[in-house]
């Protein structure tokens, strides 16, 4: 098996299955197929049918593969435990159903980490016992996707949560178990957090499963993290661009992918504004092209 790319409907502005100005499930799939991909994320739970026949039969249609899914859920508030745990009940039913890989497990945006998105040295830090309770209650999800659904489970850092900055995303993958949980490196994020993406990857790359691609505009960067924008305002203003017009070195990325016979998903992810949705499929095609021609097939 070799790299194979795929999309995910982040790409068209989903984040949240009830947002009304999402576009339909099924152009989504649509546009991804005509783009050129052979397999798309599931997207936050609830947006694509539950029903595994009706998707099933969706994905089939297009000849699409269910890559994985996220669950973007506060894994930072104990007291939002039952959100995290449907999430993610939910979705592991709906990758097993599909036979899809991937379990992404990233912390949602939280009001104390927002306002420091891409400046770690002013980020609030949780106290021991908040920290404590987070791990465990990644672990515990991470244990139930493994061993109950038989998927591999990976964390993925993500700007304004509790799992962004360098520093704690090293902490984490000491404190849990490499068995149980891998991870899903998100290019855009970070850089956004403010570290290298590809000197994090030759550090852990045994420990990588599944990427995410995202470039970032360094001026809309410069300028956000100066005002303290708001993570999706700063969605909104563009600061995650198509890939190869911005600060990631995709080629880089490339070449150490190949060197380390990485096998599976990489799936690409320019999250935008869903008023947006309607030059998505451009934006798609375009990334589709450009990573053909850095040596993506």
Known sequence: MSIRIGNAPCSWGVEFADDPRNPSWARVLDECKAAGYRGIELGPVGFMPEDPGELGDALAARELELIGGVVFRPFHDAG?????????????????AHGAEHLVLIDSISPRRAPTAGRPAEAEQMDAAEWNGYVERIRRIAKMGHEDYGLTVSIHPHAAGFMDFEPEVERLLSEIDEGLLKICLDTGHAQYAGFDPVAFMQRHMTRISYMHFKDIDPRVKSDVIAKRTDFYDACGQGIFCALGRGETDFPAVQKLLMATDFQGWCTVEQDCDPVRADSAIDDARSNRLYLESIGFS
């Open 80 to 96: 939002k435990w039952d959100q995290v745990l449907d999430g993610a009940t939910r979705t592991c039913a709906a990758l097993k």
